[in-house]
């Protein structure tokens, strides 16, 4: 019969005292030799958690230290984030300015290839009107799609003439003058081009509500 039927506890064996041992070092029992009869205290917690706090300490290096002036004074603080507010403040305008120039771009595209002419008459026709009354209305009307398609020529010669100053300006030489010389000549035909299609189809709207369809 063992031991443990007569009320006896097992207390010896090289397998309890590496039980105890791994509890006590809270380390996996591989690290504590079987059968090795060591008499000496393991280590408590506390020592251990000592022992790997001053490791870390003289492991930091230079950068790992935080200084501790790290104070700043109120004037330091406001003149930071006055610095942050306008340097938002500055980057805004010039988006805005940024936005505002290429509006005004788009826009001056457009009355060069003639955008303007197709709503620059008035259609002020009405069934009640008279032969005659139509006849004048639609007099009116040509000449307001005219005065559009001469404003849309002008802004187009401006605009060839800046670019042509432009290739000017900017030093460019043989090959690269050539090509942005044969680019705004054709830029200038196409933008013809265009004043004239728009110009008859303002042209075709007016006659069609002249008849009243």
Not at 47 to 56: I, K, P, V
Not at 58 to 63: D, V
Not at 201 to 209: D, E, I, L
């Amino acid at each position: 019969m063992s031991r443990l039927r007569k009320g006896k506890k097992f207390k010896g064996g090289s397998f309890a005292q590496t039980f105890r041992k791994g509890i006590a070092m809270k380390a996996p029992f591989a690290v504590v030799v079987a059968g090795e009869d060591n008499t000496e205290e393991p280590p408590s917690p506390e020592d251990l958690d000592e022992d790997t706090s001053n490791a870390a300490k003289t492991s930091l290096g230079p950068k790992d230290e935080v200084p501790n002036d790290v104070d700043y004074s109120r004037e330091e603080v406001d003149d930071y984030f006055e610095m942050r507010k306008q340097a938002k403040e500055e980057a805004a305008e010039a988006k805005a300015k940024e936005e505002e120039a290429a509006a005004a771009e788009a826009e001056r595209e457009g009355l060069s290839q003639g955008e303007n002419i197709a709503g620059s008459f008035e259609n002020e026709y009405s069934d009640d009107m008279t032969g005659k009354e139509r006849r004048q209305e639609s007099r009116e009307n040509k000449g307001q799609i005219r005065d559009a398609k001469k404003e849309a020529k002008a802004a187009a010669k401006d605009e060839f003439k800046n670019k042509k100053k432009a290739i000017k300006a900017s030093g460019l030489k043989g090959k690269d003058k050539r090509q942005a010389k044969k680019s705004a000549r054709k830029d200038k035909k196409a933008d013809k081009k265009s004043i004239r299609k728009n110009k008859r189809s303002a042209k075709k709207s007016n006659r069609k509500a002249k008849r009243g369809k």
